[in-house]
């Protein structure tokens, strides 16, 4: 994955390095389960901007995001429960479903609206669904945001056919407008939204810290947390805690939110001056991929194959679902520096695209 330092990471570079020489044996100590009490308030603090009003009690650090949804999964369902996903949608939790045994409803989602929620209700009329997973805020792979007509309806669903949404917050601060959309949790008064988020994409992935705000699963995932992992990496949740009491990761935000707007204008403008064949492609409202769809008969996997020499390769459309679908489409993921490098790949992948079509095309 690209990732680029920005000057606004030194601050959290200097709390990680500095907590290890000045307090070494506290930063290799083990937090509690639920994590360091300054993050928690500090996330809390942050959700204010989701419209969602809690306190650090009601939420747990976790090793990422991964961890959340995995322990929210683990205290929700059992072996043979149906879960219901957007497709696409992020692969991990594609894992994480296959992993425990539970069925996976695949729904599809459009690079407008999300989720598509009269499919949903069908399959709800039909089958009964233990939760619905979305990535409503900036969602990868699509970059949408769902409407907040959209969220209450889905909350409607929950309500009425008794299910819980495990929403996923992981982009929700890198929205490209500000204020961001509210988080569906902040709409939800029965316990029905289980929260998760992350700092993998705002500040660093490697720093293994997200977390999840339970409702009235809190015990029960508090305890899956305990068996997945203890506790997680102390110095990196006082090392975030700082810089978030300090005002320097909401300037942090600001920076990226500009950044990935403008990386997303610029990766769109190369598409179209080197594109020769028709593709689509998504305009995400947040986040950092584009999706683009290829003409009909073009396979990812070949275009990738077609530029491996060239060192470079985009995630192949059929990672983003349980039955390998959209073969032909590719996320391309902007968030490094839209450099002449770039442009290269740009170029690169256009060629794989153009021969391909070709030789498709001569077959038919
Ligand atoms: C939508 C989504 N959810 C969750 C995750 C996992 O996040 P983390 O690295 O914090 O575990 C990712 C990572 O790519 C993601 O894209």
Redesign the pocket.
């Known amino acids: 994955m690209p990732y680029v330092f920005t000057p606004t990471l030194d601050s959290l570079l200097k709390h990680l390095s500095s907590d290890f020489k000045d307090q070494a044996k506290h930063a290799l100590f083990h937090e509690s389960v639920m994590g360091s009490l300054v993050l928690r308030e500090q996330i809390a603090r942050q959700l204010a901007d989701a419209k969602v009003k809690c306190s650090a009690e009601e939420i747990i650090i976790t090793?990422?995001?991964?961890?959340a949804?995995s322990c929210t999964l683990r205290s929700i369902c059992r072996v043979n429960d149906i879960v219901a996903v957007e497709s696409p949608g992020?692969h991990?939790?594609i894992h994480i479903l296959k992993a425990l045994g539970i069925k996976v409803l695949e729904v599809p989602s459009d690079p407008v609206h999300g989720i598509n929620l009269e499919t949903l209700e069908i399959s709800l009329s039909k089958y009964k669904i233990a939760a619905v997973i979305v990535?409503p805020t900036n969602?990868?792979p699509l970059g949408f945001s769902m409407s907040s007509e959209r969220r209450h309806r889905l909350l409607k669903l929950a309500i009425a056919h008794d299910f819980y949404i495990v929403e996923?917050d992981?982009?929700g601060d890198l929205s490209f407008s500000y204020p961001r959309p509210r988080a569906i949790a902040s709409f939800d008064v029965c316990g029905r939204v289980i929260l998760c988020g992350?700092?993998?994409?705002t500040l660093a992935?490697g720093l293994?810290i997200?977390w999840v705000k339970p409702g009235p699963l809190y015990q029960l995932i508090l305890h899956e947390k305990y068996i997945s992992s203890g506790s997680s990496f102390t110095a990196a949740q006082k090392a975030i805690a700082k810089i978030m009491q300090k005002g320097d990761y909401q300037a942090h935000l600001r920076r990226m939110r500009d950044r990935y707007r403008q990386n997303i204008a610029k990766a769109k403008a190369l598409l179209e001056k080197h594109f020769i064949t028709p593709y689509n492609v998504t305009s995400p409202v947040g986040g950092y991929y584009l999706w683009i769809e290829l003409p009909k008969g073009v396979l990812a996997d070949d275009v990738n194959r077609a530029i491996l020499d060239e060192g470079v390769q985009l995630a192949s459309g059929r990672v983003f679902s349980v039955g390998g679908d959209f073969v032909s489409c590719l996320r391309m993921n902007c968030s490094g520096n839209i450099d002449y490098l770039f442009e290269e790949a740009v170029a690169s992948v256009s060629r794989a695209v153009a021969k391909l079509q070709s030789k498709s095309l001569t077959l038919l």
């Open positions: 090793s990422g995001c991964q961890e949804i992020f991990g939790v990535n969602n990868n996923d992981t982009y992350s700092f993998s994409k992935p293994r997200g």
